[in-house]
């Protein structure tokens, strides 16, 4: 009985992993508006009745990938803790953010046609967390800035900053490609990103040796 369940369980995780796959692609290059349930299940591979089963609406699709993708940008943020040093912990940070960039595109475009189209679908509870989240790394940055490891820094403002040019290489890919004078990005591409952003960002902040 208990294997039958978790068999039930495997496959139903799958299947949604499978449905929300198919639904960022399509959400992301056809907005919600243009997305119908039938695309999503053709996508997927799977009958419509099966994404009913699953998901009881697009809307829901549209705001479990909106949840997911908020999920990978906290799990970034980890490494910004007063457990660390600031250079290592802005470095893993930037790294992490682009890594999640590069491997979730589709979901990052997404995000970005949603905040242009009025954030419709970024519930409050999506805001609050998001808000509860700043808040409390902005105040381990300030920590950093009290203890003297940092130069004073406007840790909201400084957290904008690294949250576009992270997100840029995502959401504009074709515009950064060309200027790297390339076809498209690999991951090479987002490594010398990391690099760049870190070193730069942190001789602004890091106050100087001696």
Same mark, same amino acid.
């Given at each position: ?97 682009? @890594? /999640?960039?590069?491997?979730?595109? =589709?979901? %990052? ?5 949603? &905040?242009?189209?009025? *954030? ?68 090479? @591409? /987002?490594?010398?990103?990391?690099? =760049?952003? %870190? ?5 602004? &902040?890091?106050?100087? *040796?001696?």
């Amino acid at each position: 009985m208990a294997k039958a369940r978790d068999q039930e369980e495997r496959i139903s995780e799958r299947n949604r992993r499978i449905i929300l796959k198919a639904g960022i692609e399509i959400f992301a290059r056809k907005g919600f508006d243009g997305t119908r349930i039938a695309e999503i299940a053709e996508a997927s591979g799977l009958p419509k009745a099966n994404v009913y089963y699953y998901f009881s609406s697009k809307e829901e699709i549209y705001r479990a990938i909106i949840e997911h993708l908020i999920t990978g940008w906290d799990n970034a943020l980890k490494f910004i803790s007063p457990e660390r040093e600031p250079a290592e912990a802005f470095r893993l940070y930037i790294k992490a953010k682009l @890594d /999640y960039a590069r491997k979730n595109g =589709a979901e %990052s475009r997404l995000f970005a046609s949603e &905040i242009i189209q009025g *954030a419709r679908f970024l519930t409050k509870k999506d805001r609050d967390h998001m808000r509860r989240v700043t808040d409390r790394h902005v105040t381990v940055v300030d920590g950093w800035i009290a203890s003297g490891k940092l130069l004073p820094v406007d840790a909201r403002h400084l957290f904008i900053m690294l949250w576009a040019s992270t997100q840029f290489y995502a959401e504009f890919e074709p515009v950064a490609a060309d200027g790297l004078g390339k076809s498209r990005l690999k991951v090479d @591409d /987002y490594e010398a990103a990391a690099t =760049a952003i %870190s070193e730069t960002i942190l001789r602004g &902040i890091l106050p100087a *040796a001696g």
